[in-house]
């Protein structure tokens, strides 16, 4: 509950104005329909008393009914402006936590950032900013309302009817409410942890569906895997109706608590009134204020039906979020001069919990306008030497420097304006070749079309996308709509488009035909002459591409 409390805090921090003005208004409805409910039940109570009395014609009816339909209108109002400012400050916050929550992924380890591409870790991240979204809206504004609300209308019906009803209704709904939440909020937080697995479960399976529909099609294995997801639409929906059966039980108990005070409140005014303390009509304020206080009481329910899906979302969202930043190291010195663009020195790493190194010590040299080809088997470690050159993983041994410093000490900034790495798995949004390509220049820079034509032709793919529409050309989500090979081209013409002093490449030719990889690896010294290109490759046909030197490194047990 602490880590609610801390998040509520957060959010409402990003919009206060709004909140409170939402919390004022909230309080308002609540208020006015306890004041409708009573001030309609006196005017009725009254009007048949005066009626039964025989001075009907001397009893004003006109003020009551002006304030009854002040009330109902300014009920109403309040209401739309309670929803519109709460939900517009609500979504504007849970916008501002996502710009958080994806700021403190940046920050994480290369290895944990990794571990959240799957469909599962991505709809995990979507679905805790979504499940906070009732923590203001059904919990925290809702109680406050209710909080304010019971006060004071205990202040007030002790006012206008007598301290023994205004304390018989504030006991039953403080004893009879508080126990109802209560047991609304613990029964249903096991039901609500598993009600959110089960609806996780159900969008990672129809995610891998999606995505792997043809695959699975060709395997034979998709009838199996459509079942799969028909089991999880059915587990979800077990889970929900769980859910449900919980939120129905605590609206009938606290149905029972209105009805209870309402009960109270009769009894206390009706003896009152028997013993002319009080007149019937004035009695009938309590009950009928009663009657509509429980409107608060059933606010806050689906928030409490709720609350162990936002507890658990809550301590994910802040851990996330609360990633600490990366030492920022001091401002690198001028390039050494003479120093190589890249050179390692018995470069080692191991990963956690293994008894040997990936690769056995590593160590070239990479000048400017060479091109070094690393080749080795699948596993050798090949993408973990590019990342720890990328400066994305720190070695456990050796050095490795940049223009004559260590990559650790370069400025985040200076580091990717100076070294640009192209990884197997190299992502493309959805939109136009222009878009995609556009990512590699400077924020607000236009893009050279001169200039990404002549890489494009030079990387073998000019042709192919003149024909689709040119840089215009839309694409799907993640580049659907170009092959393999041709996705890891367009990668690959961005990178050559941010014109690095260090290009580093893995697999660069992974889908290609021989004639079109060579291409491909002979262009790229045509497109970047000064740059030091640094290629890492299983593929044999790579050897023959004339690179300046070879060097091979086998993989260790690990």
């Known amino acids: 509950m602490t880590v609610l409390l801390q998040l509520a805090w957060r959010i409402f921090r990003d919009s206060p104005k709004a909140f409170l003005r939402g919390a004022a208004l909230g309080v308002t ?12 039940g006196w005017f009725v109570t009254a009007s048949a008393a005066a009626g039964i009395a025989g001075i009907g014609i001397g009893f004003d009816f006109f003020r009551p009914s002006a304030g009854v339909r002040f009330l109902a209108l300014g009920r109403a109002g309040a209401r739309y402006g309670e929803r519109m400012l709460t939900h517009d400050a609500t979504l504007h916050a849970l916008a501002m936590l996502r710009g958080r929550l994806y700021g403190g992924v940046t920050r994480l380890p290369y290895e ?11 709809n995990r991240l979507t679905s805790d900013v979504d499940a906070l979204d009732g923590l203001l809206l059904r919990l925290v504004l809702p109680a406050i309302s209710v909080t304010v609300v019971l006060g004071g209308a205990f202040a007030l019906l002790w006012w206008l009817v007598s301290l023994p009803v205004a304390a018989a209704v504030l006991a039953v709904f403080i004893l009879g409410g508080g126990v109802a939440l209560r047991a609304t909020a613990r029964n249903a937080r096991a039901v609500a942890e598993a009600d959110e697995t089960a609806l996780q479960d159900l969008r990672a399976r129809t995610l891998d569906l999606a995505q792997s529909r043809a695959d699975l099609a060709v395997a034979g294995a998709l009838l199996h895997r459509e079942a799969g997801v028909t089991a999880a639409i059915d587990a979800s929906a077990r889970q929900r109706n769980g859910l449900e059966r919980v939120d129905r039980a605590g609206g009938a108990a606290l149905s029972m608590t209105t009805a209870a005070a309402a009960a109270a409140a009769l009894a206390v005014g009706g003896m009152q009134a028997q013993q002319g303390a009080i007149t019937p009509a004035t009695a009938a304020i309590g009950f009928f204020a009663a009657l509509a206080l429980g409107e608060g009481m059933a606010l806050l329910r689906r928030g409490l039906a709720e609350l162990g899906r936002m507890e658990s979302a809550a301590v994910r969202v802040m851990a ?7 030492p920022a190291p001091a401002r690198r010195a001028d390039p050494v001069p003479g120093a190589p663009l890249l050179s390692v020195e018995a470069l080692t790493c191991r990963r956690a919990g293994a008894a040997r190194d990936i690769f056995a010590p590593v160590s070239f040299t990479l000048q400017r306008g060479e091109t070094l080809l690393l080749t080795g088997p699948s596993g050798a470690g090949k993408s973990t030497l ?34 640009t790495l ?8 959805a939109g136009t070749v222009r878009e995609n390509l556009s990512l590699a220049l400077p924020q607000g820079t236009a893009l050279n079309e001169a200039r990404a034509w002549e890489v494009l032709d030079t990387l073998a793919l000019g042709a ?4 689709r529409g040119g840089l215009d050309t839309r694409l799907g989500a993640g580049g659907s709509g170009l092959s393999g090979g041709q996705s890891r081209r367009l990668c690959l013409a961005r990178a050559i488009l941010r014109a690095p002093k260090v290009l580093l490449l893995d697999e660069p030719t992974e889908g290609l035909d021989p004639a079109t990889a060579h291409r491909v690896l002979t262009g790229l010294r045509r497109l970047l002459p000064e740059a030091g290109i640094l290629i890492v490759s299983h593929r044999r046909e790579d050897i023959g ?11 260790t047990t690990v």
């Open 464 to 467: 192919v996308l003149r024909a």
């Open 422 to 429: 192209v990884p197997q798995r190299s992502a493309l949004i």
């Open 386 to 419: 590019l990342s720890i050159l990328a400066g994305l993983i720190a070695p456990d041994a050796g050095a490795a420097r940049l223009m004559g410093h260590a990559i650790a000490d370069w400025p985040e900034a200076e580091l990717r304006d100076t070294l």
């Open 112 to 122: 944990a950032q990794t571990r959240l591409r799957g469909a599962e870790a991505l």
């Open 320 to 326: 996330l979020a609360g990633t600490p930043a990366r």
């Open 545 to 555: 591409t004339t690179p300046h030197h070879i060097r091979l490194f086998p993989a």
């Open 29 to 40: 409805v609540l208020a006015m329909g306890a004041a409708l409910l009573g001030l309609s």
